[in-house]
């Protein structure tokens, strides 16, 4: 046993070289269930590990994480997305360690890193109900893809779905509860299980789509080719950007993403009187404080108190 021991301890390093880096991230990423989770740490790896090979012969320690902090606050990046980076760092070097590549004092040195103080909340981007509506359009296209485009956005604004979310949703997802049609027992972000009621406008969206497509099981957005054909089992969250993009360009509104488009869901239904337990439980946050920041709702834009401070120019 104790030669066992040994004979690990003397093959952990302190300078890991690309091979043990690409070696440990894959270990990250097959612990991760969701392959949201997936993308997202494995993009902050591999920004790490073109860091970290920068410099030759750079100890991969508590001193060298603290560097790269510094390095990304320098860049101006946000708290949230420099918390990331660091946790996948973290992640990367408890790997590390589990596999005997890397000294447990090392690893745990790494943890102790703390992540940036976030300095305010980032405003964010939604739309109003007016763009909102230029978005959807008045009325849907004739043309199998913008059925389909339409139920996506319906689905995305009213409903505050992630992409991932809308990808993943089969026929038989929709049913009725309460007199009321829903998406049942959802599985989101970490796995978290909810059900998410759908407005009647929105679910008119989809039946459009799905009657236009003969799609009558399985996956409800697939593929359309140029020729206006369906093809294929599904579409992926590349496509949902796409998607929004497109639209966005059509309504001439900057800079829109799809995750804007769930905060709009959430900022629409704080200004029209929902509550804000039910606008968390209808968008799948662990944390009614991530919904705050979604809303921005201790923030009035609209009535602003510098407004009318008795100082405007005639």
Not at 73 to 89: D, F, G, W
Not at 207 to 221: H, K, R
Request: charged letters at 25%; hydrophobic letters at 40%; a positive charge.
């Amino acid at each position: 046993m104790a030669h066992r021991k040994t004979s690990k301890r003397s093959k952990a390093k302190a300078t890991l070289r690309l091979a043990d880096l690409e070696h440990s991230k894959n270990a990250v990423l097959h612990s991760l269930g969701a392959a949201s989770s997936q993308e997202s740490y494995g993009h902050a790896i591999d920004e790490f590990i073109g860091w970290y090979c920068s410099e030759p012969r750079l100890a991969f320690n508590r001193t060298v994480v603290l560097r790269y902090r510094f390095f990304l606050e320098q860049k101006n990046l946000a708290p949230s997305t420099i918390n990331v980076r660091l946790a996948a760092v973290r992640r990367l070097a408890y790997e590390a360690s589990d596999t005997g590549l890397l000294s447990p004092d090392l690893a745990a040195g790494i943890r102790r890193v703390k992540g940036a103080k976030p300095l305010g909340v980032r405003i964010g981007n939604w739309l109003t109900v007016d763009q909102s509506k230029t978005l959807l359009g008045e009325r849907p296209s004739s043309s199998l893809r913008g059925k389909r485009d339409r139920a996506i956005l319906a689905l995305l604004i009213g409903c505050g779905l992630r992409r991932a979310e809308v990808v993943g949703l089969e026929t038989e997802d929709f049913q009725i509860r309460e007199e009321h049609c829903v998406i049942a027992d959802l599985i989101g972000k970490g796995k978290h299980i909810r059900t998410v009621p759908v407005p009647r406008w929105a679910k008119r969206a989809v039946d459009e789509w799905t009657t236009a497509a003969g799609i009558n099981t399985g996956a409800i957005f697939r593929r359309v080719s140029r020729l206006d054909k369906i093809w294929g089992d599904s579409i992926t969250p590349k496509a949902i950007w796409h998607v929004v993009k497109a639209a966005a360009r059509r309504a001439d509104i900057k800079n829109l993403a799809p995750h804007d488009l769930r905060r709009t869901c959430a900022r629409l239904c704080h200004l029209a009187g929902g509550e804000l337990e039910q606008i968390q439980l209808l968008l799948g946050h662990a944390s009614v404080q991530t919904t705050e920041r979604y809303l921005g709702c201790k923030q009035k834009l609209s009535q602003a108190v510098n407004d009318n401070l008795g100082l405007e120019f005639t």
